[in-house]
């Protein structure tokens, strides 16, 4: 399940997943909230707090965040990705490299760290 990330600024969109994220979290809330993102700024900024309630993706919810991310690979000034998970930290210092963005990876105790740095 992913929700929402309330009180951030009109530039930033934030989630929080728990359990397994799905395609249908892709379809129904990450998705629409950044392409409405993206119609109102040409620079926008992107919070992720997988926490301890995370589990996983779904193979095809993997798929949407990489074709979710290069649509609009030139429009992200900063990403913050808030998880302890091993894997996905590794993937993160991969997606730095292609990215050129400003992305950064905390841990979950770091997330009121992360929300300030993404939001300056």
Do not use: Q
């Amino acid at each position: 399940m992913v929700e929402p990330i309330p009180d951030l600024p009109e530039n930033v969109a934030g989630f929080t997943a728990s359990g397994t994220v799905t395609a249908e979290d892709y379809d129904s809330v990450i998705v629409p909230a950044v392409e409405k993102l993206f119609a109102r700024h040409t620079k926008a900024r992107f919070l992720y707090h997988l926490g301890e309630a995370f589990t996983g993706f779904e193979p095809l919810a993997l798929w949407d965040d990489a074709k979710l991310s290069v649509s609009h690979i030139t429009g992200w000034e900063r990403v913050a990705i808030v998880t302890d998970v091993g894997w996905l930290r590794g993937a993160i210092r991969v997606f730095r490299v292609v990215n050129p963005a400003h992305v950064r990876a905390f841990h979950n105790s770091e997330l009121a760290e992360a929300k300030r740095w993404v939001c300056e």
